[in-house]
């Protein structure tokens, strides 16, 4: 069973630019929620996929944006970047209702500088 | 806004005590309830989730849940330095805009320092 997994690690960009992070979920799960999560802050919810749509989102701008694809693959994608998106990016991977928890990904550590 | 308060620490207990994490939320309608721990640097690790009134035990961890208080909370017995670490509560309700789907609400972690 392969779990959560993440990439890039790590990323610098400049303000203005854009950005794609990627997440490949759980074996078997079928939904993808991302969180930012800045430093010394709790996780925030950006937004969760369930069959290749958008399906629940939080108290982000539109520039903040996702995919979710046939395989449960999905994508962040974060336009106009901003100082304050610097952050640890969190992928997690759940079945449906996520009542057994939530598998978390490693994470993207964004700069923006 | 439903929310999830933790007390904040920093909590600092010596190696073989018992650790006492508490949480409580704002949700009465939620279902479930996650305790995570998050290594400096690292992802959050499911550790404990708790569904009915009570306790549940795993290990040395014991997470108790009290749902008409609306509290929840995390023990770790016999404390080593390896638990060092921030622990996430993280509770399960249904997302504010029309979502289908449960989604985490967090609180802002509570630090724990073991020393030997």
């Known amino acids: 069973e392969t779990g959560v997994t993440q990439s890039p690690t790590h990323l610098i960009k400049t303000r203005g630019q854009q950005v794609t992070l990627r997440c490949s979920s759980q074996s078997g799960h079928n939904t993808v929620s991302w969180y930012q999560q800045a430093l010394g802050q709790g996780p925030q919810f950006i937004f969760q996929?369930?069959?290749?749509?958008?399906?629940g989102r939080g108290n982000f701008p539109p520039r903040f944006s996702g995919l979710q694809f046939p395989n449960y693959s999905s994508e962040l994608n974060v336009n106009a970047l901003e100082l304050d998106d610097s952050a640890l990016y969190l992928c997690a991977s759940s079945l449906s209702q996520g009542a057994y928890g939530y598998t978390f990904g490693s994470g993207t550590r964004l700069t923006v500088v | 806004q439903k929310e999830v308060e933790q007390n904040s620490g920093p909590l600092s207990v010596p190696e073989g005590a018992i650790a006492s994490l508490n949480c409580t939320y704002s949700?009465?309608?939620?279902?479930?309830f996650f305790w995570y721990r998050q290594y400096s640097g690292k992802s959050p690790e499911l550790i404990m989730f708790i569904y009915s009134n009570g306790d549940k035990e795993d290990g040395r961890f014991t997470a108790q849940l009290n749902k008409a208080s609306q509290y929840v909370s995390l023990l770790i017995r016999d404390s080593q330095p390896s638990d060092s670490a921030t622990y996430l509560c993280a509770v399960n309700s249904l997302a504010d805009r029309g979502s289908t789907l449960g989604r985490l609400y967090f609180g802002r972690g509570t630090q724990l320092t073991v020393w030997p």
């Open positions: 996929y369930y069959r290749e749509e958008e399906n």
């Open positions: 949700d009465r309608g939620s279902q479930s």
